[in-house]
Structure formats: structure tokens, C-alpha cells
């Protein structure tokens, strides 16, 4: 059973490209399905055994070591640091205010504590994104008029020809 969960897990790692953080599916205990309870903790249904995924060993790690680097939660928690940078870019973790380092906004390159854009190009994208859907969706319908069509009353506009 569980090896059979390695493989799937390592099948998605490598050819889907989806980063799951290590999430427990099953119980080191007692081999049961793990259940997600919040914030990267996960509780075996028959035991009651707490794991966590990589998410939640990062989250713990920080919270008990405020301004702690990326490097030293690595080190910590055994989570990889591409893991962490991931999670920073996803917005689950932010920099500490008081740190130095910086990620960059991958429009603008100004200095942001997570994610990948700035608030500024954010709302830019989202904007162009918008307006790119309203493009789309006027570009194949036309709308109704108010105005009644000059040079039109009673002719007919529509013929069927055999």
C-alpha cells in the first residue's frame, strides 16, 4: 500500500510538476488514511497520530523561531529550500519584516516579501486579464440596439435561398 503511494507521489513530483510538500496520506503508526485538520497537520482516523506536511513543519519551525532564514528552516525541518521558495512565491509564507532579503516581483523586479508580483503589477495583470475576457467575449456576439435601424422598416433582412 504504501509503496504503491510512493510511486504515484514520485510520478507527480517528476512528470506533472506538482510540488504536494510531502503531504502524509497514510499513518507511520498504523498504515490508516491520514485526514487534514488545518495549517499542514494531518491526523490518522484510527490512531489519532498528528503528522505533518512540509508546509507545517516550515510554519511550526518559524513560529517557534521568529526571523528564522530559509536556509536554517531547511536545516531544521528537512524541507528543501526550492520547497520553501515555492512557498513563498505561493503567498503561504511571507519574509519577516525586520529580514534583508527580498524576493522580486517577476513583472517590475521591485523588492516583495512574498508572492510573485508587487501589489502595483498585480493589479495590472489582473486588469490586462479583464480586459483581454471582454475582448473575447465582444468578439464573437453582437448586442441589442435601442436605436431602431435607418433605412430598414418593414424589409425583410433574412432570405433562405434553395
Known amino acids: 500500500m504504501g509503496d504503491r503511494a510512493e510511486k504515484v507521489e514520485q510520478f507527480r513530483k517528476e512528470y506533472l510538476e506538482i510540488n504536494t510538500y510531502n503531504r502524509p496520506t497514510?499513518?507511520?503508526?498504523?498504515?490508516?488514511?491520514?485526514?487534514?485538520?488545518?495549517?499542514?497537520?494531518?491526523?490518522?482516523?484510527?490512531?489519532?497520530?498528528l503528522e505533518y506536511d512540509?508546509?507545517?513543519?516550515?510554519?511550526?519551525?518559524?513560529?517557534?523561531?521568529?526571523?528564522?532564514?530559509?536556509?536554517?528552516?531547511?536545516?531544521a525541518t528537512g524541507v528543501?529550500?526550492?520547497?520553501i521558495r515555492d512557498m513563498l512565491k505561493e503567498s503561504r509564507l511571507?519574509?519577516?519584516?525586520?529580514?534583508?532579503?527580498?524576493?522580486?516581483?517577476?513583472?517590475?523586479?521591485?523588492?516583495?516579501?512574498?508572492?510573485?508580483?508587487?501589489?502595483?503589477?498585480?493589479?495590472?495583470?489582473h486588469r490586462n486579464l479583464e480586459s483581454q475576457a471582454r475582448m473575447e467575449h465582444k468578439g464573437?456576439?453582437?448586442?441589442?440596439?435601442t436605436q431602431k435601424p435607418v433605412g430598414e422598416e418593414g424589409s425583410k433582412r433574412f432570405t433562405r435561398e434553395r
Open 94 to 125: 511571507e519574509i519577516a519584516p525586520t529580514s534583508k532579503a527580498f524576493l522580486q516581483c517577476e513583472m517590475c523586479g521591485a523588492s516583495i516579501r512574498g508572492g510573485r508580483l508587487c501589489p502595483k503589477c498585480e493589479i495590472n495583470y
Open 140 to 145: 464573437g456576439f453582437s448586442g441589442f440596439s
Open 26 to 49: 497514510y499513518c507511520s503508526k498504523c498504515g490508516e488514511i491520514m485526514v487534514f485538520k488545518g495549517v499542514g497537520e494531518y491526523q490518522c482516523e484510527k490512531c489519532g497520530h
Open 80 to 83: 528543501s529550500q526550492k520547497s
Open 54 to 75: 512540509d508546509y507545517g513543519k516550515v510554519r511550526n519551525y518559524i513560529e517557534k523561531h521568529h526571523g528564522a532564514t530559509a536556509a536554517q528552516a531547511s536545516e
